[in-house]
C-alpha cells in the first residue's frame, strides 16, 4: 500500500510541475525612473524594442490634464509637471537616452499617437488613430523624417489605396522590406505597403476576404463567428516561420494569415468578453521556434501567455488596478531579448511598466542592429 501511496504521490507532483505556467514574470516597480524636466507621461500608446533592448515608447502630450500638466500653464499654477515629447526612449535600468516628436516640416504629425514599431533596419514608425488621422510616419532614431505613407483628412473607406482608416499598427517584414498595417480604428483591413517607397501592394480582411465597412450587430459569444473585422483591427505580428498574426479586438480572437493574405485558422481568448475586446496586443515569445504569444488584454487588464500553435491560455499576469504590477487599460506590449516585457497603458493608465523574466529558457540572439 505504501510503495502505491509513493507513486501516487510522485505522479501528482509531477502534474503539478507539469501543470507550472512555462513563463514567469515579476514586475521592476523601479522602472522607469522619474523623467527629467519636471516632464510626465500621457496615455501611453505604443511600446516597441529595438535591437540594442532600448525600449522606445510613444506617448500622448494633449492626454494630459491641466492638473497634471500644471507647470506648463501661463502663468504655472504648481511646480509640476510639463508634457514629455511624444516618443521617449529608455535604457535597460530605465533611464530616459533619448526624446523627439510633434509636429514638423513635411509631414502631418497625428492628431492621436497610436503605436510604434523599430524595423530590422532601424527606422521609427509611428501611426495615430484621430479623427482624422490616415497616415503613418518613417522616421530615423534621432526623429529625423524619412517618409510619410497616406494622409490626413475626412476618413473613406476600407478599400482607398491612397490613405489609412485610423492605422493602429504596423510592422516592417525583415524578408520583403514591406509593411503590414493593422488598420484600424475606422478600416477593416490589413493592407501591405513598400516600405521604401510606401506604394501600396495588397490587402485583406477577415478570413482573407475582400474587407467591407459592413455594419456589424453588437458582440455576443454565443454568435457565429463575425465574417469581417470589428473596430479596431488593432496590432499586426509576423513570425519567423512567414504566419500573420492579426489581433480582432473587439471579436475577442486572433486570426492567421499568410502573407499573401490566405487565411490560415483563428483562435479566440476570453470570448465572453464584451467591453472592449480581449486582444489589444501581441507579442512573438523570443525562443527559437517563438513559442508563445504574449497577448495583452486591456478590458481584463492581464498579459497572458499563449500557445502560438493553438491559443491555449497557458499562464497570465496582473489584474485590473493602480499599483505596481496591475494595470489599467494595458494597451501594448514588447519583449527584449532576455524575455522581459514592457507594457504601456492608455485611459487614465498613463505609464509603462517592465516585467522581469523569471526562467531558464534558451532565448534566441538579435542580429545587432544599425
Not at 235 to 255: E, T
Request: aromatic share 10%.
Amino acid at each position: 500500500m505504501r510503495s502505491w501511496l509513493g507513486i501516487a504521490v510522485l505522479v501528482a507532483s509531477l502534474s503539478g510541475a507539469a501543470a507550472e505556467e512555462p513563463l514567469r514574470f515579476e514586475v521592476d516597480p523601479a522602472w522607469p525612473k522619474r523623467l527629467p524636466n519636471d516632464w510626465i507621461m500621457g496615455q501611453a500608446a505604443g511600446v516597441a524594442v529595438d535591437a540594442q533592448d532600448r525600449v522606445w515608447v510613444v506617448q500622448r502630450p494633449r492626454t494630459l490634464t491641466d492638473d497634471e500638466k500644471a507647470a506648463s500653464l501661463d502663468p504655472p499654477r504648481t511646480k509640476c509637471c510639463k508634457p514629455a515629447p511624444p516618443v521617449l526612449v529608455f535604457d535597460q535600468a530605465g533611464t530616459l537616452v533619448s526624446s523627439w516628436g510633434g509636429p514638423g516640416a513635411g509631414y502631418d504629425w497625428p492628431q492621436n499617437e497610436h503605436g510604434i514599431h523599430i524595423d530590422p533596419a532601424g527606422f521609427v514608425w509611428l501611426a495615430g488613430n484621430g479623427e482624422t488621422d490616415g497616415q503613418i510616419l518613417k522616421f530615423t532614431q534621432d526623429g529625423r523624417f524619412v517618409l510619410q505613407i497616406g494622409k490626413p483628412g475626412p476618413q473613406t473607406n476600407s478599400l482607398d489605396i491612397t490613405r489609412l482608416g485610423k492605422p493602429a499598427a504596423m510592422q516592417v517584414d525583415p524578408e520583403t522590406n514591406e509593411l503590414y498595417v493593422a488598420d484600424g480604428y475606422f478600416n477593416h483591413r490589413v493592407i501591405v505597403f513598400d516600405a521604401e517607397t510606401g506604394a501600396y501592394k495588397r490587402m485583406w480582411g477577415a478570413y482573407g476576404r475582400p474587407p467591407t465597412d459592413a455594419a456589424l450587430p453588437p458582440y455576443d459569444p454565443a454568435a457565429a463567428p463575425a465574417q469581417q473585422f470589428r473596430n479596431p483591427v488593432h496590432c499586426i505580428q509576423i513570425a519567423r516561420d512567414g504566419l500573420v498574426y492579426v489581433c480582432d479586438r473587439a471579436n475577442d480572437r486572433v486570426q492567421v494569415f499568410r502573407k499573401d493574405g490566405t487565411f490560415v485558422k483563428e483562435f479566440f481568448v476570453e470570448k465572453n468578453t464584451r467591453a472592449n475586446g480581449s486582444v489589444w496586443e501581441l507579442a512573438l515569445w523570443p525562443d527559437a521556434g517563438e513559442t508563445y504569444l504574449l497577448n495583452a488584454d486591456g478590458a481584463n487588464n492581464e498579459v497572458r501567455t499563449l500557445r502560438r500553435d493553438t491559443g491555449e491560455v497557458v499562464g497570465a499576469f496582473g489584474r485590473n488596478g493602480r499599483m505596481a504590477g496591475e494595470f489599467h487599460w494595458v494597451h501594448n506590449l514588447a519583449v527584449d531579448s532576455r524575455g522581459n516585457v514592457f507594457t504601456t497603458e492608455v485611459d487614465t493608465g498613463k505609464r509603462a511598466q517592465k516585467f522581469l523574466f523569471r526562467g531558464d529558457m534558451v532565448l534566441r540572439k538579435r542580429a545587432p542592429g544599425p
